[in-house]
Protein backbone atom coordinates (compact mmCIF):
# COMPACT_ATOMS: atom_id res chain seq x y z
CA UNK A 1 0.00 0.00 0.00
CA UNK A 2 3.17 2.45 0.40
CA UNK A 3 4.77 1.53 -2.52
CA UNK A 4 2.29 3.48 -4.88
CA UNK A 5 2.62 7.12 -3.48
CA UNK A 6 6.51 6.54 -3.79
CA UNK A 7 6.41 5.86 -7.25
CA UNK A 8 3.86 8.74 -7.85
CA UNK A 9 6.85 10.96 -6.05
CA UNK A 10 9.66 9.09 -8.68
CA UNK A 11 7.41 9.72 -11.58
CA UNK A 12 6.95 13.43 -10.63
CA UNK A 13 10.72 13.97 -9.89
CA UNK A 14 11.66 12.16 -13.39
CA UNK A 15 9.52 14.57 -15.36
CA UNK A 16 10.65 17.75 -13.59
CA UNK A 17 14.32 16.25 -14.29
CA UNK A 18 13.49 16.04 -17.78
CA UNK A 19 11.78 19.21 -18.56
CA UNK A 20 14.41 21.09 -16.51
CA UNK A 21 17.34 19.51 -18.87
CA UNK A 22 15.73 20.78 -22.30
CA UNK A 23 17.20 23.63 -23.75
CA UNK A 24 15.80 26.59 -23.43
CA UNK A 25 14.45 29.12 -26.15
CA UNK A 26 15.83 32.48 -25.96
CA UNK A 27 12.91 35.23 -25.31
CA UNK A 28 12.74 37.81 -28.46
CA UNK A 29 10.43 41.06 -28.76
CA UNK A 30 9.80 41.95 -32.15
CA UNK A 31 9.03 45.61 -32.30
CA UNK A 32 7.84 47.65 -35.53
CA UNK A 33 8.20 51.59 -35.97
CA UNK A 34 6.06 53.71 -38.49
CA UNK A 35 7.53 56.90 -39.90
CA UNK A 36 4.97 59.57 -40.61
CA UNK A 37 5.50 62.06 -42.90
CA UNK A 38 3.99 65.58 -41.56
CA UNK A 39 3.90 69.00 -43.91
CA UNK A 40 4.22 72.19 -42.19
CA UNK A 41 3.69 74.93 -43.31
CA UNK A 42 5.07 78.64 -41.32
CA UNK A 43 4.83 82.00 -42.58
CA UNK A 44 5.45 85.18 -40.63
CA UNK A 45 2.83 87.58 -40.51
CA UNK A 46 3.50 89.26 -44.10
CA UNK A 47 2.78 85.93 -45.84
CA UNK A 48 6.72 85.02 -46.47
CA UNK A 49 7.60 81.19 -45.27
CA UNK A 50 10.07 81.03 -42.22
CA UNK A 51 13.18 78.78 -43.62
CA UNK A 52 15.36 78.79 -40.09
CA UNK A 53 13.80 76.39 -38.27
CA UNK A 54 14.84 73.18 -36.62
CA UNK A 55 13.17 70.24 -35.27
CA UNK A 56 13.43 72.14 -31.52
CA UNK A 57 11.31 74.52 -32.73
CA UNK A 58 8.29 72.17 -32.86
CA UNK A 59 6.47 69.60 -30.26
CA UNK A 60 5.08 66.51 -31.69
CA UNK A 61 2.14 64.65 -29.61
CA UNK A 62 0.25 61.61 -30.00
CA UNK A 63 -2.71 61.15 -27.64
CA UNK A 64 -0.91 63.70 -25.42
CA UNK A 65 2.23 61.42 -25.79
CA UNK A 66 5.41 63.40 -27.18
CA UNK A 67 6.90 61.79 -30.08
CA UNK A 68 10.19 61.98 -31.49
CA UNK A 69 10.92 63.87 -34.35
CA UNK A 70 13.59 61.71 -36.52
CA UNK A 71 14.15 63.57 -39.31
CA UNK A 72 13.68 67.33 -40.01
CA UNK A 73 14.27 69.17 -43.34
CA UNK A 74 13.30 72.00 -45.25
CA UNK A 75 11.78 72.03 -48.95
CA UNK A 76 11.26 74.77 -50.94
CA UNK A 77 8.81 74.61 -53.53
CA UNK A 78 9.33 77.01 -55.93
CA UNK A 79 6.32 77.77 -58.18
CA UNK A 80 8.77 80.33 -60.86
CA UNK A 81 10.87 77.67 -62.01
CA UNK A 82 11.13 74.43 -61.87
CA UNK A 83 14.01 73.02 -59.10
CA UNK A 84 17.04 71.27 -60.86
CA UNK A 85 16.60 67.24 -60.72
CA UNK A 86 17.95 65.06 -58.04
CA UNK A 87 19.89 62.19 -59.01
CA UNK A 88 18.96 58.84 -57.23
CA UNK A 89 20.52 57.21 -54.29
CA UNK A 90 22.94 54.51 -55.73
CA UNK A 91 21.83 51.00 -55.61
CA UNK A 92 23.25 47.87 -56.85
CA UNK A 93 19.95 47.16 -59.22
CA UNK A 94 18.46 49.98 -61.25
CA UNK A 95 14.93 50.98 -59.89
CA UNK A 96 11.86 49.81 -62.25
CA UNK A 97 11.21 51.52 -65.08
CA UNK A 98 8.07 53.88 -65.75
CA UNK A 99 5.43 51.60 -67.16
CA UNK A 100 1.88 52.67 -67.89
CA UNK A 101 0.60 50.29 -65.07
CA UNK A 102 2.78 50.86 -62.06
CA UNK A 103 4.27 53.83 -60.16
CA UNK A 104 7.82 53.92 -60.71
CA UNK A 105 9.10 52.46 -57.33
CA UNK A 106 11.64 54.36 -54.59
CA UNK A 107 13.98 53.16 -52.38
CA UNK A 108 14.54 54.63 -48.77
CA UNK A 109 16.80 57.25 -49.31
CA UNK A 110 16.04 58.11 -52.52
CA UNK A 111 15.54 62.00 -53.11
CA UNK A 112 14.85 62.20 -56.61
CA UNK A 113 11.25 63.95 -55.71
CA UNK A 114 12.49 66.69 -53.25
CA UNK A 115 11.04 69.95 -53.87
CA UNK A 116 8.21 68.91 -55.66
CA UNK A 117 4.51 68.28 -55.24
CA UNK A 118 3.29 64.81 -55.83
CA UNK A 119 -0.30 64.80 -57.44
CA UNK A 120 -2.46 62.03 -58.77
CA UNK A 121 -5.62 62.36 -60.55
CA UNK A 122 -7.74 60.07 -60.03
CA UNK A 123 -10.98 59.25 -62.10
CA UNK A 124 -13.85 56.70 -60.65
CA UNK A 125 -15.45 55.80 -63.87
CA UNK A 126 -17.29 53.21 -62.72
CA UNK A 127 -19.91 55.29 -60.97
CA UNK A 128 -19.86 58.31 -62.86
CA UNK A 129 -23.32 59.13 -65.53
CA UNK A 130 -21.20 60.22 -68.89
CA UNK A 131 -22.01 64.20 -68.37
CA UNK A 132 -20.30 63.72 -64.74
CA UNK A 133 -17.39 61.84 -66.79
CA UNK A 134 -17.01 64.57 -69.29
CA UNK A 135 -17.17 67.28 -66.50
CA UNK A 136 -14.42 66.17 -64.52
CA UNK A 137 -11.88 64.90 -67.70
CA UNK A 138 -12.56 68.77 -68.84
CA UNK A 139 -11.83 69.98 -65.57
CA UNK A 140 -8.75 68.23 -65.51
CA UNK A 141 -7.51 69.48 -68.83
CA UNK A 142 -8.04 72.66 -67.79
CA UNK A 143 -5.88 72.46 -64.72
CA UNK A 144 -3.11 70.76 -66.67
CA UNK A 145 -3.15 74.11 -68.83
CA UNK A 146 -3.68 76.67 -66.34
CA UNK A 147 -2.69 75.94 -62.98
CA UNK A 148 0.03 73.27 -62.74
CA UNK A 149 3.18 74.86 -61.54
CA UNK A 150 6.72 74.15 -62.05
CA UNK A 151 7.47 72.31 -58.83
CA UNK A 152 4.27 70.28 -59.91
CA UNK A 153 4.53 66.29 -60.51
CA UNK A 154 1.14 64.40 -61.69
CA UNK A 155 0.38 61.30 -62.16
CA UNK A 156 -3.00 59.85 -63.69
CA UNK A 157 -4.95 57.06 -62.55
CA UNK A 158 -8.11 55.50 -63.81
CA UNK A 159 -10.81 52.97 -62.16
CA UNK A 160 -12.82 51.24 -64.66
CA UNK A 161 -14.11 48.01 -65.70
CA UNK A 162 -13.18 46.61 -62.12
CA UNK A 163 -9.46 47.57 -62.80
CA UNK A 164 -6.91 50.02 -61.25
CA UNK A 165 -4.78 51.69 -64.09
CA UNK A 166 -1.80 53.97 -64.21
CA UNK A 167 -2.33 55.72 -67.44
CA UNK A 168 0.61 57.98 -66.41
CA UNK A 169 3.28 58.02 -63.75
CA UNK A 170 4.14 61.18 -62.60
CA UNK A 171 5.59 63.46 -64.87
CA UNK A 172 5.55 67.40 -65.58
CA UNK A 173 5.30 66.95 -68.81
CA UNK A 174 1.88 68.85 -69.91
CA UNK A 175 1.77 66.62 -73.56
CA UNK A 176 1.78 63.33 -71.72
CA UNK A 177 -0.80 63.51 -69.09
CA UNK A 178 -3.26 65.59 -71.99
CA UNK A 179 -2.58 62.33 -73.85
CA UNK A 180 -2.97 60.05 -70.86
CA UNK A 181 -6.42 61.86 -70.50
CA UNK A 182 -7.33 61.75 -73.88
CA UNK A 183 -7.50 58.01 -73.71
CA UNK A 184 -10.20 57.82 -71.26
CA UNK A 185 -13.40 57.02 -73.23
CA UNK A 186 -16.50 58.19 -71.74
CA UNK A 187 -18.98 56.21 -71.21
CA UNK A 188 -17.10 53.22 -71.31
CA UNK A 189 -17.83 51.00 -68.10
CA UNK A 190 -21.43 49.44 -68.38
CA UNK A 191 -23.62 48.51 -65.03
CA UNK A 192 -23.72 51.93 -63.96
CA UNK A 193 -25.55 52.34 -60.28
CA UNK A 194 -26.51 55.77 -60.19
CA UNK A 195 -24.59 59.04 -58.94
CA UNK A 196 -26.26 59.17 -55.76
CA UNK A 197 -26.73 55.22 -54.74
CA UNK A 198 -30.62 56.14 -54.03
CA UNK A 199 -32.02 53.32 -52.84
CA UNK A 200 -35.39 54.94 -51.67
CA UNK A 201 -36.64 54.78 -55.33
CA UNK A 202 -39.36 52.88 -56.27
CA UNK A 203 -38.49 49.59 -58.38
CA UNK A 204 -40.95 49.65 -61.26
CA UNK A 205 -39.39 46.71 -63.02
CA UNK A 206 -40.58 43.34 -62.65
CA UNK A 207 -42.09 41.07 -59.25
CA UNK A 208 -39.52 39.02 -59.69
CA UNK A 209 -35.78 39.53 -59.46
CA UNK A 210 -33.11 42.47 -57.80
CA UNK A 211 -32.62 45.90 -59.02
CA UNK A 212 -29.16 47.46 -58.96
CA UNK A 213 -29.67 49.29 -55.39
CA UNK A 214 -30.03 45.57 -53.81
CA UNK A 215 -26.32 45.44 -54.77
CA UNK A 216 -25.19 49.46 -53.53
CA UNK A 217 -23.37 48.08 -50.27
CA UNK A 218 -21.08 45.49 -53.05
CA UNK A 219 -20.78 48.53 -55.59
CA UNK A 220 -19.39 50.87 -52.27
CA UNK A 221 -16.87 48.39 -51.16
CA UNK A 222 -15.70 47.91 -54.57
CA UNK A 223 -15.24 51.92 -55.50
CA UNK A 224 -13.81 51.86 -51.62
CA UNK A 225 -11.32 48.74 -52.40
CA UNK A 226 -10.10 50.39 -55.52
CA UNK A 227 -9.46 53.76 -54.09
CA UNK A 228 -7.01 51.66 -51.65
CA UNK A 229 -5.55 49.80 -54.43
CA UNK A 230 -4.20 53.34 -56.15
CA UNK A 231 -3.27 53.97 -52.16
CA UNK A 232 -1.17 51.10 -52.31
CA UNK A 233 0.92 52.01 -55.96
CA UNK A 234 1.93 55.31 -54.48
CA UNK A 235 3.45 53.59 -50.98
CA UNK A 236 7.08 53.30 -51.75
CA UNK A 237 7.52 57.15 -52.27
CA UNK A 238 8.77 58.44 -49.80
CA UNK A 239 7.45 62.14 -49.92
CA UNK A 240 3.62 63.17 -49.45
CA UNK A 241 1.27 62.53 -52.39
CA UNK A 242 -2.06 64.10 -52.82
CA UNK A 243 -4.37 62.05 -54.43
CA UNK A 244 -7.43 64.02 -56.54
CA UNK A 245 -10.51 61.94 -56.44
CA UNK A 246 -12.87 62.45 -59.18
CA UNK A 247 -16.15 60.99 -58.36
CA UNK A 248 -20.39 61.51 -58.34
CA UNK A 249 -20.43 60.67 -54.64
CA UNK A 250 -20.46 58.12 -52.87
CA UNK A 251 -22.50 56.65 -50.23
CA UNK A 252 -22.47 54.72 -47.64
CA UNK A 253 -25.08 52.20 -46.89
CA UNK A 254 -25.52 52.61 -43.20
CA UNK A 255 -22.87 50.12 -41.57
CA UNK A 256 -21.80 47.50 -43.72
CA UNK A 257 -19.18 49.75 -45.60
CA UNK A 258 -17.70 51.33 -42.14
CA UNK A 259 -14.80 48.35 -41.86
CA UNK A 260 -13.54 49.23 -46.14
CA UNK A 261 -14.16 52.86 -45.14
CA UNK A 262 -11.70 52.41 -42.06
CA UNK A 263 -9.29 50.05 -43.93
CA UNK A 264 -9.19 52.75 -47.23
CA UNK A 265 -8.10 55.75 -44.48
CA UNK A 266 -5.74 53.55 -42.44
CA UNK A 267 -4.13 52.65 -45.61
CA UNK A 268 -4.06 56.42 -46.84
CA UNK A 269 -2.19 57.27 -43.96
CA UNK A 270 0.53 55.00 -43.76
CA UNK A 271 1.13 55.69 -47.38
CA UNK A 272 1.14 59.42 -46.43
CA UNK A 273 -1.55 60.43 -49.53
CA UNK A 274 -4.51 62.77 -48.74
CA UNK A 275 -7.73 62.67 -50.56
CA UNK A 276 -8.83 65.59 -51.95
CA UNK A 277 -12.57 64.59 -53.67
CA UNK A 278 -14.67 66.48 -56.10
CA UNK A 279 -17.77 66.11 -57.34
CA UNK A 280 -18.02 65.84 -60.56
CA UNK A 281 -21.98 66.09 -60.57
CA UNK A 282 -20.92 69.95 -59.66
CA UNK A 283 -23.22 72.66 -58.30
CA UNK A 284 -26.82 70.65 -57.99
CA UNK A 285 -30.15 71.69 -58.37
CA UNK A 286 -32.81 68.87 -57.80
CA UNK A 287 -36.96 68.87 -57.95
CA UNK A 288 -38.15 67.58 -55.05
CA UNK A 289 -40.25 64.72 -56.54
CA UNK A 290 -36.73 63.86 -58.88
CA UNK A 291 -36.47 64.60 -62.64
CA UNK A 292 -37.63 62.99 -66.26
CA UNK A 293 -34.78 60.44 -65.92
CA UNK A 294 -36.37 58.01 -62.29
CA UNK A 295 -40.10 57.40 -61.92
CA UNK A 296 -42.27 58.80 -59.40
CA UNK A 297 -42.46 57.34 -56.03
CA UNK A 298 -46.25 56.82 -56.32
CA UNK A 299 -46.88 56.79 -52.37
CA UNK A 300 -48.13 59.12 -49.68
CA UNK A 301 -44.88 60.02 -49.56
CA UNK A 302 -44.78 62.71 -52.55
CA UNK A 303 -47.50 64.24 -50.74
CA UNK A 304 -46.45 64.53 -47.05
CA UNK A 305 -42.80 65.47 -48.23
CA UNK A 306 -41.10 62.41 -47.27
CA UNK A 307 -40.03 61.47 -50.64
CA UNK A 308 -38.47 65.12 -51.44
CA UNK A 309 -36.87 64.73 -47.66
CA UNK A 310 -35.52 60.88 -48.59
CA UNK A 311 -33.98 62.64 -52.19
CA UNK A 312 -32.11 65.24 -50.41
CA UNK A 313 -30.49 62.87 -47.49
CA UNK A 314 -29.70 60.33 -50.28
CA UNK A 315 -27.38 63.38 -52.06
CA UNK A 316 -26.33 64.59 -49.13
CA UNK A 317 -25.26 61.31 -47.15
CA UNK A 318 -23.34 60.61 -50.75
CA UNK A 319 -20.94 63.75 -50.38
CA UNK A 320 -20.36 63.60 -46.61
CA UNK A 321 -18.56 60.41 -47.49
CA UNK A 322 -16.22 62.37 -49.82
CA UNK A 323 -15.76 64.71 -47.16
CA UNK A 324 -14.78 62.33 -44.46
CA UNK A 325 -12.63 60.92 -46.92
CA UNK A 326 -11.05 64.28 -46.83
CA UNK A 327 -10.95 65.39 -43.15
CA UNK A 328 -9.58 61.57 -42.27
CA UNK A 329 -6.48 62.06 -44.11
CA UNK A 330 -5.45 65.90 -44.30
CA UNK A 331 -7.07 66.70 -47.68
CA UNK A 332 -10.00 68.93 -48.11
CA UNK A 333 -13.12 68.20 -50.00
CA UNK A 334 -15.08 70.36 -52.70
CA UNK A 335 -18.51 69.47 -53.47
CA UNK A 336 -21.36 71.98 -54.02
CA UNK A 337 -25.22 71.33 -53.59
CA UNK A 338 -28.17 73.54 -53.84
Same mark, same amino acid.
Do not use: E, Q, R
Given at each position: MNSLPKMIVLLLICVLTASAQQPQKPFTISVNTQLVVETVV?? +???????EDLTAKDFAVTEDGVPQTISIFEFQKLDDAAPPPPVPAAPAASPPAAPSEKQITTERPGDIRYRDRRLIALYFDMSAMPEADQLRALTAAQKFITTQMKPADLMAVIEYASGAVKVLQDFTDDRVKLQTA? +??LIIGEDQGL???????????TGSAFGQDDAEFNLFNTDRQLSALQTAVNMMRSLNEQKSLVY???GLRLNGIGNQAQ????VNAAIRANVAFYPIDARGLVARAPLGDATQSSPGTMAMFTGAAARAGADNFQRSQDTLYALASDTGGQGHARHQ
Open positions: VK +DKDGKAII +DTTGSDNDASTADFASLHAT
